[in-house]
Structures are given as C-alpha cells and as structure tokens.
C-alpha cells in the first residue's frame, strides 16, 4: 500500500494496519541518553528500517541469531577493536570488554564515511557487553571513546560480499551540526514571543474591559500561539507553569488553587465566571508572557534537545490533547493539536539538511503529516473546532490513528539527532 496523504479533490485513504514504522520495527520510547544506558538506538540509512544494538538487555529479538559464538573484542585506548580479524557476511555477535581504566563509548563504524552500524555506551571498566550487527561485504573498525580522552579506531576489517547486505548505518549527527539549526529555532521563537505577548494583551484587554465575549474570540488565537512555539516536556522551563501549565483535572477545576495561565482563564470564561474574577488570573497571565518575551533572547537553546523536542510535541498531544486532559470548558483541543503540528514542521524544517541523507523514511513522515493536517483541518473552520467529546467513533479513530503514526515516525528523528561524539 502506498504511503497515504492527501489526495488531490478527496479524503486521504484511511491507513492500513500493515502500514507505517510498526511495520519496519517496533521502536521503544525515546528518551534522553544516559552515559550509563545499556542499550542504545542505532541509528540506520539504505535499509529503510532502524534497529537496536542489544547489549544482552532482553532485546536480542532486534537482530536475527549469529550463527556461532560471539567474537571477544577488546575496548581500550591502546587496543581498541582486538580480537576481530575477519568474519563471514550475516549476523555478528561481538562480546565487547572494557580492559582499560575508564568508561568508554563503542562504535563500530564504516572506516571510510564514518557511517554507525553499531553502538554501545557506557561501558563500564572490566565489564562485556554484547553487540549485535548485520554486515555485509565491505570495510568495518571499532572505534573507542573513553570518557575524557580521545577517540582511538582500531584496524580495518574487511568481509568479502555484496554490500547490500549490510544492516542500516548512518553518519553521526554531532553537536556542531545541530548549532545553527538552534539558533535558527531560536530566532524563530523570539519573533513568536512578541506574536504571543501582542495576543495575550488583546485577551487581557477584553477582561478588564468585562466583554466576556471578546475574551473568549481572543483566549483561542492567544493560546494557540504558545502552542506553535513547542512548548512541550518543559521546553520553556518554569515559564510553562505560569503560561499554559495544565494544572487540575478538568472536574477539579472549580477549587483548585495555584492554578495559573491560560487554563485558568480559559476555565473561568467557560464556567460562568465573572470579569472581575478573571482579572487576576488574566494579569498574571500576561505577565509571565512578557518576562518570557523580555528574557528568551537571552536563553540559548540546547541543539542537542532539538531531535527530541520534534518527537515530543506530538507525543504530547496525544497524551493531553487527544485525551482531553488539557480541555477546561473551550472545547479546542483539536485546535491546540493543529497547533502542536505546525510547531513540529517548524522544527523538522530546520532539521531536514540533517534528516535527508540519513532518514529514508522521510518522504513517508512529510506524507503522515500532510494526512494528519488535512484530518484535523476537517474539524475546524472559521476560528470554531469541534469539541473532541463531540466526534464520532470513527473520526476520534481516525484522529488518534494519524497522529500515533506521525509519532511513531518521528521517534527515528529524536535518535538520528541525537548529538553524538565522533572524535
């Protein structure tokens, strides 16, 4: 079946179950590395498919069995990559132990490109762990990167073949990479800062005016800038809290205290409040907007969250926004998703330079976005949205459905720029 998206003059087909990343592999979860992870994401080009390197954690079904015993190869500055001589095409499993005095990353790599077949990190001195790789014929080394201390690559080995057999491997992501696609993200969030400070003024305006009305016509078009920003998984810090943090259950609500931003006053327009009431609430609301405004052009986005933070908006949506989690009485969850997807092509147009060359699924995620935009835009026309409580059996599949397909494929983007060391 073909990759659905929108269709010229009709609906996009529905996806089919044998369809998207699931297919290819079951990804994990992604979160942020760890130098003590026991198994890493190996991020993967020419196959169309990304794997994970077991490191003896359970995860082995990843790769197809070796047909023999694995192969000891030693990890240490002056030795690195020792043990391995030579090997047949196929399954690899090598036992990697640590003989020197410090932790070290392990990658085996394509000596010419730098492209990553495998990786363990965060081993530990005198301790093994397990690699497990599909090679094809071509040219392989080891390459050690202790902790504090140079990268070491061992001999190259080479293993006579088509090399069309090899696993998926990619050329590294690395921090100098990822420097000016965070500048740019955060000159783009600087010019979104004022955009949201001129809004929540209109809405704070409204309030003090008492027209109840013209507060609720403005909350919306506010609110939904904050949420093309990405603000997902505390990306703007203790900020978030004030501005758009969720607070209670909707149902608890009516009594909650420390409630603040925009839910807050979003929950007192749709409840009956008075102005009087919201005018607190709506002040310190813009507040917090405007010490953001005033202070992001002093942060310094970190490049390294970048990959994640594109993964994570989506991931957030469906958690919150799909569930209605995040719905105090306004009934424009689906708007605040619409939101979510414009910040995560923000985010993916910056990144594409990067993502072209080592992410064959690309073309497959821009399809699912286009398809997902054109779902949600259904729900949605002239500032009214339909309340997610109020869609049928089949549009609330149909919607839940889009989005955990884009999300699924946007886990591959979190890992493939995933900074890592290279030297």
């Not at 492209?115 to 071509?138: D, F, I, K, N, S």
């Not at 696993?167 to 990479?177: K, R, Y």
Request: with cysteine; glycine share 12%; aromatic share 6%.
């Amino acid at each position: 079946m073909s990759d659905p998206g929108p269709r010229s003059g009709q609906e996009p087909a529905e996806p089919d179950e044998g369809s998207g990343a699931a297919a290819h592999k079951s990804w994990p979860p992604v979160g942020r590395r760890t130098a003590a992870a026991l198994a890493v994401a190996v991020v993967a080009v020419g196959a169309g498919a990304y794997a994970l390197a077991s490191s003896g954690d359970g995860s082995s079904d990843a790769k197809p069995p070796a047909a023999k015993g694995p192969t000891t190869v030693e990890v240490s500055a002056g030795a690195c990559g020792r043990g391995w001589s030579g090997a047949t095409p196929g399954s690899q499993v090598f036992a990697l132990r640590n003989t020197s005095s410090t932790a070290a990353e392990v990658d085996l790599t394509d000596p010419a490109t730098g492209a990553v077949y495998g990786e363990v990190e965060g081993l530990a001195p005198g301790t093994t762990r397990e690699m497990r790789v599909v090679l094809g014929g071509g040219s392989y080394a080891f390459k050690c990167l202790p902790d504090d201390a140079d990268a070491v690559t061992g001999p190259t080995v080479k293993i006579a073949g088509a090399s069309t057999g090899s696993g998926p491997a990619a050329v590294p992501v690395t921090q100098h990479d990822l420097i000016p696609v965070a500048l740019a993200h955060q000159q783009w969030i600087t010019a979104k800062t004022v955009e949201l400070a001129d809004r929540t003024d209109e809405l704070k305006r409204a309030v003090d005016d008492g027209d109840l009305a013209a507060a609720r016509d403005a909350w919306l078009p506010a609110h939904l800038v904050y949420e093309r920003m990405g603000a997902a998984y505390d990306a703007f810090g203790d900020a978030d809290a004030a501005i758009n943090g969720s607070g209670p259950a909707p149902s608890a609500a009516g009594s909650a205290q420390d409630f603040e931003g925009f839910h807050r006053v979003e929950y007192g327009l749709w409840h009956g409040e008075s102005a009087a009431s919201l005018r607190g609430p709506a002040d310190r609301l813009a507040q917090a907007v405007h010490a953001l405004r005033d202070s992001w052009p002093q942060e310094r986005l970190d490049p390294a969250q970048l990959g994640l933070r594109a993964h994570e908006i989506l991931e957030a949506t469906a958690q919150s926004e799909l569930t209605g989690r995040t719905d105090y009485g306004s009934g424009t969850s689906l708007a605040t998703a619409r939101a979510n997807l414009d910040g995560t092509r923000e985010l993916l147009t910056l990144l594409r330079p990067l993502l072209a060359s080592r992410y064959p699924d690309l073309p497959r995620l821009d399809a699912w976005l286009d398809r997902t935009q054109h779902t949600l835009d259904g729900f949605g026309a002239g500032g009214h949205w339909t309340p997610l409580d109020r869609l049928g059996r089949q549009d609330r599949q149909r919607v839940n459905s889009d989005i955990g397909q884009a999300v699924e494929l946007l886990a591959p983007v979190a890992t493939i720029c995933d900074a890592r060391r290279t030297a």
